[in-house]
């Protein structure tokens, strides 16, 4: 069982509708949380990093979110554009080894 | 700055044979991450430096992967022998604290 687990799998949505993207992991202790997005045939791009201590982190029209205490995240996308088509990855960051969840797949349709 | 730099960017090889990858961490970055990703298992850290020293190797996947950092500028990873199973995009990240930048990639097949 992957210690992180992103839901959904896949999400379609329409230009300009908001969405969120959900990441519970079991990973403890962690030293940072971070979010990454990942467009198709490029290396994932940092969006957001959060301590265990931190609750919300925004990167323009992204807002990661983090609950230690349900050992949730979750990725809200505000305003969706084409451009945000992509995978969005969790990665979880205790003192050994990183831990990543498979992604969401995100498609953003006119 | 260039940004992290990978090379080659993609690398088509036979079983058997040797393969090196190589990167070129941002100047002034104090940690390199290598990471492999395929379809069936996502994005997974195989090795990171600290000041060129190893600090984690456990996700080398077995002995035929190594990687060095001679110095803070350079690292390499070498497969060897390959195998079809190694076939995936590896990248290398390097960070200074807290945010890695990754580089574009190597989209190593092996045929």
């Known amino acids: 069982k992957n210690q992180v687990e992103q839901s959904p799998q896949s999400l379609i949505i329409l230009e300009g509708k908001n969405c969120t993207l959900q990441?519970?992991?079991?990973?403890?202790?962690?030293?940072?949380l971070r979010w990454y997005k990942q467009d198709t045939g490029r290396g994932p791009v940092s969006l957001t990093i959060m301590t265990f201590s931190e609750n919300t982190k925004s990167n323009g029209r992204y807002t990661a979110t983090l609950d230690a205490d349900t050992k949730q995240s979750s990725l809200h996308i505000t305003a969706s554009q084409l451009s945000d088509s992509a995978s969005y990855i969790c990665?979880?960051?205790?003192?050994?080894?990183?831990?990543f969840g498979d992604g969401t797949t995100l498609t953003v349709k006119p | 700055d260039a940004g992290v730099i990978q090379s080659p960017r993609h690398e088509v090889t036979e079983m058997g044979q040797e393969v090196t990858l190589r990167c070129k961490p941002i100047s002034g970055h104090d940690y390199l991450f290598w990471y492999r990703q395929t379809m069936m298992r996502g994005l997974e850290l195989l090795i990171y430096f600290n000041n060129n020293v190893p600090i984690d190797d456990s996700g080398m996947p077995e002995d035929r992967f190594s990687a060095k950092m001679p110095n803070a500028s350079f690292s390499t990873l070498k497969i060897q022998p390959s195998e079809p199973r190694d076939s995936a995009v590896y990248f290398c990240?390097?960070?200074?604290?807290?945010?890695?930048?990754f580089g574009p990639g190597t989209r190593l097949t092996v045929l």
């Open positions: 990441c519970n992991y079991t990973v403890s202790p962690f030293s940072n």
């Open positions: 990240a390097s960070s200074r604290q807290f945010k890695q930048f």
């Open positions: 990665v979880v960051i205790p003192a050994g080894k990183s831990t």
